[in-house]
Structures are given as C-alpha cells and as structure tokens.
C-alpha cells in the first residue's frame, strides 16, 4: 500500500512538472556553470568561442536530461521530442514566427513610422544567436514540452490554454514591461500553447520562438525590453506606443498583436476541426482504458 500511495504521489500532475523542471534545468545549469564553464575558460582564450560551445552543451544537456526524465521517471516514450516532421516544422516555425514579425515592421515602415539607417552585423554575434537559441529552448521545453503536456493530459486542451496564458504573465517581470505588454503575454501563451497543440510536439513552438526572437533585434528591435541583444540593421522607430512597442519592443506593437492572435486563433480552428483537442470524454475513456 506504501508503494502504491507513493508511485501515485509521484505520478501527481503537479510534482511530475515540478520534479522535470528540477532534473532538465538542474542538470544543465550544474553541467553549464560547473563542468563546461571551467574546461571550456581553460581551453580556449578566446571567451566568445567558449561561450558559444558552452550554450550547444547546455542545450544538449537540457534535451538529454529530459529525455532520460521521460524514460525513468515517467516511463514513456518522449513523442514530443520526435523527429518525424522536424525539416518542415524547423524551417516552416523559423520562418512563420520570422514573417511575424517582418509584417509587422513592413506595416510600420507604410506609415513612416520606421526608417532603417545602416545594414551591418559588426553589432550581432553568433554569441547572441546561440543565447537567443538556448533561451528559447529552455522555455519551450519546459513549458510546452512539460507543463502543457502535462495539463492537457490532466485536464483538457481548455482549461490548459488558460493554464498556458497565465504562465506568460511571469513576462511583467522583464525590463520595461507594461500593461499591454503583458496582454501581449497573453497571447503568445495562448498562441504558442496552440502550436504545441496543433503538432502535439516541440519543434514548431520552438523555432517559431527562434523565428520571432531573432528578427526583432534583426530589424534593430528591444527584445521583450532588453536593447543588449544586438543589431543587423539599425533603424528609427517614430510614432505612437501602441504602434512600435516602444521600450519593450516591435513585439508590444499593436500590430504585432493583432498578428499573433491571429495566428492563434487559425490554429485553434484547425486543431478543433482535425480532433487535436483533449476534452473531458477523451480523458474519460483514457482512465477506463480505451485509447
């Protein structure tokens, strides 16, 4: 009877989620900080190479880690993790959550609102790229691979869109946010809660993510309030705030918004109309033994 209480209590929703945020993220920050770090500082002089071998370490650590927490602690094979569409999720994400982003400054280059000054990468470094590439990772793995997989199987698509939304509020915390920042928050929980939905894997929320991350500091955005990340083209944004997102970024704009919704909102449709959706029957029969 002690074992079974146990294996129940381990097998909880809540403590599963939290037990795979303690292993993936505690395994790589222990590999990141204090094994890669150090080897890699001695080996090579130059920091910019080290820092950049440092964050592909971290994020094969990170995907190991879950992985083998999947494997042993959940028993189960780790679909999200599967390859079978990688190519045209990769390059399909890359390029949705890029063009995003790209409409949303065409739109503010239309009104005047945007003007580019020079074209240069002597301000952006494959540093930036590999940090951008490991934040992301982080999060959609944790977050979309773990939390909303695990609510979803628990309590159904809706309730854990809600669950998916409130998550991204944690967004208030980051330089300069504000109050349509963080409703902005809200749609790219909702948005990228779908995407995950829709697939029922990692890999299009994630290079959605890199997609919509890379262009905005590209086009010589903040990111999400951070003007630290780097440039390709430096430009001006002129105008309202609700129009260029002021401090926090393009991605606060108004348009960009608009477009994100969007895309939710299409993703929901498709994911409702091809039965992508786990309901409350769903999970009832999933209890009783049917597939």
Request: glycine letters at 6%; charged letters at 15%; aromatic letters at 16%.
């Amino acid at each position: 009877m002690m074992n079974i209480s146990l294996k129940n209590f381990l097998q909880f929703p809540i403590i599963k989620i939290i037990v795979g945020i303690t292993v993936s993220l505690g395994t790589m920050i222990l590999i990141k900080n204090y094994i890669a770090q150090p080897i890699l500082y001695k080996i090579f002089d130059d920091k910019m190479v080290a820092d950049n071998i440092k964050n592909c370490i971290s994020f094969s650590a990170l995907l190991v880690s879950y992985y083998y927490f999947s494997k042993y602690y959940e028993h189960r094979k780790p679909i999200e993790l599967s390859i079978q569409n990688l190519p045209r999720e990769m390059f399909g994400g890359f390029a949705l959550g890029f063009f995003a982003i790209t409409l949303s400054i065409f739109i503010l280059y239309i009104l005047g609102y945007y003007q580019i000054v020079t074209i240069s990468t002597e301000k952006y470094s494959l540093k930036l790229f590999t940090v951008l590439l490991t934040a992301a990772f982080v999060e959609d793995l944790l977050i979309r691979g773990l939390i909303i997989r695990v609510f979803e199987n628990w309590v159904g698509t809706y309730i854990t869109l809600i669950v998916a939304m409130l998550i991204e509020t944690l967004h208030v915390f980051n330089p300069n946010s504000t109050l349509f920042s963080t409703a902005m928050d809200l749609c790219w929980g909702f948005t990228m809660a779908m995407l995950y939905v829709y697939t029922k894997r990692i890999w299009l929320p994630f290079f959605f993510h890199v997609g919509w991350n890379f262009a905005q500091p590209f086009y010589g955005s903040n990111l999400t309030g951070i003007d630290n990340m780097g440039t390709i083209i430096r430009s001006e944004f002129s105008g309202p705030v609700i129009f260029t997102g002021g401090k926090v970024g393009i991605e606060a704009s108004i348009f960009t918004v608009i477009i994100l919704l969007s895309i939710g909102i299409t993703l929901f449709y498709l994911s409702k109309k091809e039965g992508k959706f786990v309901t409350r029957n769903s999970l009832r029969l999933k209890t009783i033994g049917y597939k």
